[in-house]
């Protein structure tokens, strides 16, 4: 199991960078497939909400049902994939067991899937096996499994900037690893990429998709002390900001020293007055 992780991590940094080597490389004999593969950040990009999916259920949806009023985490994975996918979602719950954030009160999960053959019962399924002993409240009622045709899962991903690819020889389908955080209006505001995620950065990414009204004061400070690089899709110190901060923090304990000097000095002189 360690190996199969060990391999999917490889992979999902693998393929970006053969994507980007494919112009250089093409003539080398790469498989032209790869240089249809990758995710793109649009960030700020509106997603298509009225395109329409069904659910686990196999209730025909409209995407905007899930963008009210909180952040949607938003993953393309489909649910027969032999080994990235499943490393993907098993990669987010594990940053969402230490992730404070409540299930359905401040965010969601939306996953599609990128295979138009998959159906609800699939995705039922695949759901059961994925959250059935998942121990986080509000999992399977905010956690959805999205299937749908050819054109609706298209128009979705390439309006989230996510290419993929599909193998004849494998029967598979050849993409890359990474989620995405939306505004509750449906706008892309975050992207982090492979299997695996820090819980800062999921938790910030959550906080800035939400205009601030979710998270703590804390999580404000972190937000200021720390700013979104799009090259690695990781928050990154800003160290200028921290200066900023243990100034004004100086200043203030400073000025507090000085104000409780002052009025020591004030109250010794009035009882020599006395």
Known sequence: MQAARSLAAALALLIPALIFLAPVSAQTG????LTKVGIDQRLNEQLPLDVEFRDESGTTVALREYFRDKPVVLSFAYYTCPMLCPMTIEGMKKVLRVLSFDFGREFII??????????????????????????????????????????SIRKVADAAGFRYAYD?????????????????????????????????????GLVEASSGKIGSAVDQVLLFCF??????????????????????ATVVVLASAILIWVRRDRRRRHVLVR
């Open 30 to 33: 790469l498989p032209p497939e």
């Open 227 to 248: 700013h979104y690089d799009p090259t690695t899709g990781k928050y990154g110190v800003v160290i200028m900001n921290i200066i900023r901060i243990i100034g004004t």
């Open 168 to 204: 004849p020889e494998s029967e598979q389908y050849i993409h890359a690893s990474g989620i995405m955080v939306a505004t509750p209006e449906g706008k892309l505001s975050r992207y982090f990429y492979g299997i695996e995620f820090a819980e800062r950065d999921l938790r910030l």
């Open 110 to 151: 939306v996953n599609i899937s990128i295979n138009p053959d998959e159906t609800p019962a699939v995705a039922a399924e695949k759901k059961q096996e994925f959250l059935g002993n998942f121990q986080k409240p509000g999992a399977l009622e905010h956690w959805h499994f999205l299937t749908g045709d050819e054109a």
